[in-house]
């Protein structure tokens, strides 16, 4: 369904009562009775498990797909780590790090951008188109890679943070590669019906502040400039631990709305965040959603949303993509604490 989305993202700022928007998509599979696997080589099943989370979380600002961080680079040609329970992760680089210098650049120039729809890229497009028929109260989000995320999974990630210092141009020939793919990437999701989409790009939240904007806020920029109008979104999501260092870096990429990890304090980011632009988080995925309780949970939110409701942009969110096989009782728990808040 096609929305203006920046007057829904108008509204969201005005609005008293900010809906929430977790990052709810993998624990479908308690809901449709399936494992992991099962969801990310279906699109049907995808697009069922979307409008049953949907259908569960009427209080829910918008429908957000599968934060699946492997499927791009598998299509890069990079072997994937799958279970029935766990969300997909890339086992090995496609560079070869032992390689010699000249070498990795000779692999990284020789690298083919791959076609959308290779591998599980089709699958997942498909999905969306599906879910977008299904799910008409609310905006649907696709999610993709960010593009150092990308490329750290291509290079190894901790190699990747050494060769932004020492091999750059051989990085930035990898960037380029994976910037050009997810741009065609999430042109097609436009193309499928989703109103945004939401980029995790949660590697450049190792960064320095003097390596961001180079290796990761220019791609990012690119990426946005490319796709994002006033019926297409793009939040930027990032969980690093150097996010209130790189702000700057982070802002500079002109995404409508910013999503933040728990891994940092969401008021002070507000602190120094623009007041015109929704800024969400971060209530911890593993420690609350996966393993609290539905006390610690609502004791979470809360206290949360007591720090932070004050600041207009603030949206109540996960910190990140909520695991597989967290509790439905601690996720309804998480929109309870909203509405406990809310109706206080």
Known sequence: MKRNMDQWMKEMLEAPEKKALPVLSFPSVQLLGITVRDLIFDAETQAKGMKAVADRTPGAGAAVSLMDLSVEAECFGAPIYITDDEVPTVKAPVIDMDAEEDERMEQAQAMAVPSVGDCRTGIYIEGIRKATELITDRPVFAGVIGP?????????????????????????????????????????????????????????????????????????????????????????????????????????????????????????????????IPCMGNIDPAAEFRNGTPESIEAATLGLMEKCCKYPNFVISSGCDIPPESSWDNIDAFYGAVDKFYNK
Do not use: W
Not at 182 to 199: F, Q
Not at 224 to 247: K, P, R, S
């Open 148 to 276: 150092f995320s990308l490329a750290g999974r291509l290079l190894d990630v901790t190699s990747a943070m050494v060769y932004c210092y020492d091999e750059p141009d051989m990085v930035h020939e990898v960037l380029k590669k994976s910037t050009a793919f997810i741009i065609e990437y999430i042109k097609a999701y436009k193309e499928a019906g989703a109103n945004g989409v939401m980029i995790a790009e949660p590697l450049a939240g190792l960064l320095s502040p003097s390596l961001a904007q180079e290796f990761s806020g220019d791609y990012c920029k690119e990426i946005v400039d490319a796709v994002q109008d006033e019926n297409f979104a793009v939040i930027y999501h990032n969980c690093g631990n150097t996010v209130e260092m790189t702000l700057d870096s982070i802002l500079s990429c002109g995404a409508a709305a910013y999503h933040f990890g728990n891994a940092s304090d969401m008021e002070n980011i507000l602190k120094n965040f623009p007041a015109d």
